[in-house]
């Protein structure tokens, strides 16, 4: 393929007919399933499916034989399908629309629902989580087109329960089974990039084990006067059941079920990848004050994101906000707990340890209850089949000036274990643009236009590759 050609097509193509649409999903507030209880009845991920549904409908209208559609299930998140008839290897590509609740702190003017751009940053919440996966699958399959090669057979595959632990997948995927094939490349778009001028491989991802912890130690709050130094405090309690499964000091985690070693090859690429980085790595860190990491070494803290466990309270009930508060001890507390772990991992046998660790002989005979809400498996990724190491170097040359890089993402996307599970023969690669200050989750997310454009391009000429079975 022509590389200058393929950029020129790319930028055409996202600011006259991605903008638009990309825009108009992300002021959808279609929330996963994990944080709203009334998605079915208020449409909001129907809406955001069929926006994506229309837009591809209209932009692979002049390909022949091109199917796009909205599956659903009762009682399920829809989910929009696409095939693209082709010859070579089968290529699935994986992304999502459901977005992260908008949350607090948004600055300078940004907002979660209604989009921004600020130079080359779009901000607004679910543009590079994921919403901008399918227009960039699309573009790169129209980019090929545009240039009179042929496409391999491609599927679409854009789920609505991704930020929900991905609960719905497996059904459509048992549904679709005979439809998608058996693909020989899975393109994942839902990954990160350690900065925005290489291009980024991730090799891995973590598992996760995600529950509600309760501590009640009152069937009524009580003046904190009357009670403190009588009833012991849930919160203490709750402090000490965690020091159960975490050092306090460290950050490690002490469950021995949770631990993996780390292999030659992820030990390898984290230390290429400090030395690419270098400071840059924490720089990008919204640290505050003078609060430094967990380690200075950034090979070290690379491994930690991505190949040891590692624990979060993402949420607390039972105690008012501050301005709230009154002399009063509370009946308890509620803490979210999420716990990350090796990709290499039993997920469930981690699950069943975290629980009998937080639930045996409970300091004061509490009432101590820990509910598992999801359990998530990690993925590391196959060998590289050359035909697509070559390509993809290629590809990363001319989009990006430089070769790939590969190293291990922290978050989850459990539709890779069950994929590398029904096709272990299948090549995967899993990128994406979520690079410093891109916060997904958080405020102020962006997604960084360039770099889209790039891994557009670098797609295309991958998908061009793929065409032909011969090489």
């Known amino acids: 393929m022509d590389q200058a050609r393929t950029a020129d097509f790319v930028d055409r193509f996202w600011e006259s007919e991605v903008t638009p649409s990309l825009w108009r999903y992300m002021s959808i507030p279609c ?11 208020n449409g909001l991920l129907e809406a955001a499916a069929e926006e994506l549904r229309g837009w591809a409908e209209r932009n692979l209208s002049t390909v022949p034989g091109c199917r796009v559609e909205i599956v659903r299930l009762p009682g399920r998140t829809p989910l929009l399908f696409a095939e693209i008839p082709g010859a070579g290897r089968p290529v699935l590509f994986y992304g999502h629309f459901d977005k992260q609740p908008p949350m607090e702190g948004w600055t300078n003017g940004r907002s979660a629902w209604e989009p921004r751009l600020e130079g080359e940053r779009l901000y607004g919440r679910g543009g590079a989580d ?16 545009e240039q009179g090669h042929a496409v391999p057979p491609c599927t679409l595959l854009i789920e609505g329960c991704e930020e929900s632990g991905s609960g719905d997948l497996a059904a459509y995927f048992e549904l679709l089974a005979p439809r998608i094939g058996a693909p020989e490349l899975v393109v994942a778009l839902d990954a990160g990039c350690a900065d925005y001028d290489q291009p980024w491989v991730t090799t891995s991802v973590r598992g996760q084990v995600a529950g509600t912890l309760e501590v009640t130690v009152l069937d009524q709050a009580m003046h904190s ?39 030659a090859d992820p030990a390898r690429h984290a230390a290429e990848v400090a030395e690419a980085v270098g400071p840059a790595f924490v720089a990008a860190l919204p640290l505050a004050g003078a609060c430094r990491p967990v380690a200075g070494d950034v090979a070290e803290l690379l491994l930690n994101r991505a190949w040891r466990p590692q624990l979060t309270v993402t949420g607390v009930d039972g105690l008012p906000g501050v301005a709230a508060a009154a002399a009063v001890m509370h009946p308890g507390i509620r803490l979210k707990l999420s716990l990350r772990v090796p990709p290499s991992s039993d997920p469930a046998a981690v699950a069943a340890e975290l629980k009998r660790a937080l639930e045996r002989d409970p300091p004061y005979g509490a009432a101590v209850r820990f509910a598992v809400e999801m359990v998530s498996p990690g993925w590391a990724a196959p060998q590289m089949a050359p035909w697509l190491e070559a390509r993809l170097q290629t590809a990363a040359g001319n989009h990006f000036g430089g070769p790939p890089r590969f190293f291990g993402g922290g978050g989850g996307i459990p539709f890779l274990k069950s994929l590398s599970d029904a096709f272990p023969d299948a090549q995967l690669i899993v990128t994406g643009v979520l690079g410093p200050g891109s916060n997904a989750h958080g405020p102020d997310e962006f997604l960084h236009l360039p770099t889209a454009k790039r891994l557009t391009g670098m797609i295309a000429e991958i998908l061009a590759g793929a065409a032909d079975a011969s090489n």
């Open 31 to 41: 929330q996963s399933p994990a944080f709203d209880r009334d998605w079915d009845s």
């Open 130 to 145: 994921d919403g901008y996966a399918t227009y960039s699958a699309i573009a790169s399959i129209l980019a090929v087109i």
């Open 225 to 263: 006067g009357d009670a403190s130094g009588v009833v012991p405090s849930s919160l203490r309690i709750a402090r000490a059941l965690l020091a159960r499964i975490e050092d306090a000091e460290s950050g490690a985690v002490l469950l021995p079920g949770a631990q993996a070693a780390i292999p």
